[in-house]
């Protein structure tokens, strides 16, 4: 499509409980990046992926967060055992990345909360 | 390492004046430059993007920034604030290096008053 579509855009949990998200790139789009918004701003970089492969994945809390992006299927980003903490809405973007010069194009997010 | 510094968390301006929001960026090799705007309840749009080349770029919605390097600063402006504008605004900065990783900064709130 011509457009991220994340989903769900709201999802709420329980402390404890398993949360998963997903992420559909722009058709052609090759690199996949998830990042992590709190109180409206600091994007916290989380994890990007060059196709199905991890590329970056420096910003993922590795006990408790994972992340997939198959052949055919949506990306996903999943929680472990949620904490008060992750909530925040979590972004997805996608970009050509022919180099550091691609600009990112952004989903509208999943509001993930943590009751 | 590279980083943005946003100078102010919010602005606010009158409809019709000037807007000017700074960005501050450090990096150890030639950096990209972007301002990306959040619309509430939305994802990160870009505004313009600075690669190489004319130091002046111009966006869209009539914004522009000027990239100085011997400031190291990448400030957006726009001639006359419309009520439509106010949104966050986001500084960011990648480079052929690093992962292709876009680092942002914390965000500033523009207000337009009528």
């Known amino acids: 499509g011509e457009e991220v579509a994340q989903t769900p855009k709201h999802l709420v949990r329980g402390e404890g409980q398993k949360a998963k998200l997903y992420c559909a790139p722009i058709k052609g789009h090759s690199y996949v990046f998830w990042y992590q918004q709190v109180l409206k701003n600091e994007f916290k970089f989380l994890i990007s992926f060059q196709n199905e492969n991890v590329f970056d994945e420096t910003g993922m809390p590795k006990e408790r967060f994972s992340a997939k992006c198959l052949p055919n299927s949506p990306c996903s980003l999943e929680i472990q055992a949620t904490k008060l903490e992750d909530s925040a809405v979590y972004f997805c973007?996608?970009?050509?990345?022919?180099?550091?010069?691609?600009?990112?194009?952004f989903g509208n997010g999943t509001r993930l909360t943590v009751t | 390492a590279q980083s943005v510094t946003q100078l102010g968390s919010h602005v606010s301006v009158s409809e019709g004046a000037l807007v000017l929001l700074r960005c501050n960026y450090s990096?150890?090799?030639?950096?990209?430059l972007f301002w990306y705007v959040q619309y509430p309840n939305q994802g990160l749009q870009l505004l313009l993007k600075?690669?190489?080349?004319?130091?002046l770029v111009k966006g869209i919605n009539g914004f522009e920034a000027e990239f100085k390097k011997s400031e190291t600063s990448f400030h957006l402006t726009k001639p006359s604030a419309h009520m439509s504008d106010a949104a966050e605004y986001f500084c960011?900065?990648?480079?052929?290096?690093?992962?292709?990783?876009?680092?942002f900064g914390a965000g500033t709130r523009l207000f337009v008053k009528a």
């Open positions: 973007a996608s970009s050509q990345m022919d180099g550091g010069n691609s600009p990112l194009h």
């Open positions: 990096s150890s090799v030639p950096p990209y």
């Open positions: 600075y690669t190489t080349g004319a130091t």
């Open positions: 960011a900065v990648t480079s052929d290096t690093g992962g292709f990783k876009t680092i």
